[in-house]
């Protein structure tokens, strides 16, 4: 049987700008020499290193945990951090017609593209 929708394109979208944040910042790689990446300890980078994605590293989490503090407000990173425990809470905010919501998704994919270029 077939199902009736393959892939809910909302739903791959949030899980990509998770994954973003984690895997497409680094691990592997062409070997080091780069500037030395920022890193935080916070509750982003405790969500990043428990979704035991494959990429995810102490290092890699305390950079975009880094790039969190820079970013996100307190709250902000509350939310974010929510979103690593349900990411469906992630498409509701994205689908969201509420301004705030529509600010905070703005700001969400801001920092899940700042944090790609700051660990990279």
């Known amino acids: 049987m077939e199902a009736e929708q393959p892939m809910n394109p909302i739903k791959t979208l949030t899980a990509?700008?998770?994954?973003?944040a984690l895997s497409a910042c680094g691990g592997g790689g062409s070997g080091g020499g780069g500037a030395a990446r920022a890193f935080a300890t916070g509750p982003i980078h405790s969500a990043c290193l428990k979704a035991d994605r494959r990429a995810a590293s102490?290092?890699?989490?305390?950079?975009?945990?880094?790039?969190a503090n820079s970013e996100l407000a307190r709250g902000e990173q509350s939310r974010v951090v929510a979103f690593f425990r349900t990411p469906h809470l992630a498409q509701v905010t994205r689908q969201s017609d509420r301004a705030g919501d529509e600010r905070f998704w703005r700001k969400y994919k801001d920092f899940v593209a700042k944090a790609e270029r700051n660990c990279a």
Do not use: D, E, F, Y
Request: charged residues 0%; glycine residues 14%; contains cysteine.
């Open 58 to 67: 102490s290092s890699l989490c305390g950079c975009v945990q880094a790039t």
């Open 16 to 20: 990509l700008g998770l994954v973003l």
